[in-house]
């Protein structure tokens, strides 16, 4: 049975879920490493990178809890742009003409905002951080990164495209998690990314390029609430999961429930001792899930 994993957008929030949707996989005949391909956007793209290096559930959550050493702090506030100029260069919009997918017909509201919002002056160093992973690691067979280069807005997937076939992982991870506001863009082979959640947290329509039998969604950003985002994060996972469906390729979509949204608050850096217990809670959604 030919399929596919999709671990979606949610900061260091979705590196617990995502590990406790992987084990309960695992514990189903449906080990990550059997997957034809895992699609990771943003936080995804980090654990579906490490998944691919042989990292393991507890590695993961062991891992995101740990915070930097101080020499790796160090280095990473020398690399905030120095200067009076590249200060006003990150106070300046990304892509200005990305407005305009904001009207009917556009490309969304999402992409919009990230055209318009300032670029952002944090250095996607840290992101490059990944159990099992080294810096120079080439993008593994079977993972798909998803991220939005700018100007243009166009999605680019790592590990697809020809045009970044020879990038390395821990670039396809800095670009696919560079949030807008936040990061500044990651320049990979002349061209500069953003954060792939732009566009869809999920991306799970990208699994009908290799007709897959099954795909499993591991979502956390449509978690229950009302915020914009969320609500957007539904609407995208939606339409991908009907697309999915209606080319009959059965879909299990595991998200966040009540429960498991309120131990996420404050993880990891406050509360990081919830890991263990958000990932089991993932893994009894997951069984439930594919039992469905």
């Known amino acids: 049975m030919r399929f596919a994993i999709v ?3 949610g900061g260091p929030k979705a590196w617990p879920f995502h590990a406790g949707v992987l084990r309960q996989l695992a514990e189903s005949d449906l080990a990550p490493a059997g997957a034809e391909l895992i699609i990771g956007t943003s936080a995804g793209s980090a654990v579906g990178t490490a998944t691919r290096y042989g990292a393991t559930p507890d590695e993961i959550i062991r891992f995101i809890t740990t915070p930097p050493s101080g020499p790796e702090l160090a280095a990473y506030g020398r690399s905030f742009p120095q ?7 990150a106070s300046l919009p990304r892509a200005p003409r990305l407005l305009l997918d904001a009207l009917p017909g556009g490309r969304g509201v999402g992409l919009a905002a990230a055209g318009v919002l300032p670029a952002g002056i944090m250095p996607t160093d840290l992101l490059a951080r990944l ?9 593994p067979d079977g993972l798909w990164v998803p991220a939005i280069r700018l100007p243009d ?11 970044v076939a020879d990038t390395r992982a821990v670039e396809a991870v800095q670009a696919s998690s560079a949030v807008p506001w936040l990061f500044q863009a990651k320049r990979v082979d002349d061209a500069s990314f953003v954060d792939g ?3 869809s947290p999920t991306h799970a329509d990208l699994a009908l390029d290799i007709e897959p039998d099954l795909v499993i ?7 229950p609430g009302n915020r914009p985002a969320q609500l957007l994060a539904r609407r995208a996972l939606q339409e991908e999961v009907d697309r999915l469906r209606q080319a009959g390729v059965r879909t299990v979509v595991v ?12 993880f990891p850096r406050r509360n990081p001792d919830c ?8 893994a009894r959604l997951t069984e439930r899930a594919l039992l469905a």
């Open 275 to 282: 890991g263990p217990a958000i990932a089991d809670l993932a």
């Open 83 to 89: 200067g009076h100029r590249a200060r006003l260069r």
């Open 131 to 139: 159990p099992r992973v080294s810096a120079d690691a080439p993008m």
């Open 217 to 223: 969604v591991s979502s956390v950003m449509t978690r």
């Open 255 to 266: 998200g966040v429930d009540l429960e498991i949204a309120s131990l996420l608050e404050g």
């Open 7 to 9: 671990l979606g957008a």
């Open 197 to 199: 959640a732009i566009d």
């Open 153 to 163: 807005g166009e999605r680019v997937v790592f590990g697809r495209d020809v045009t």
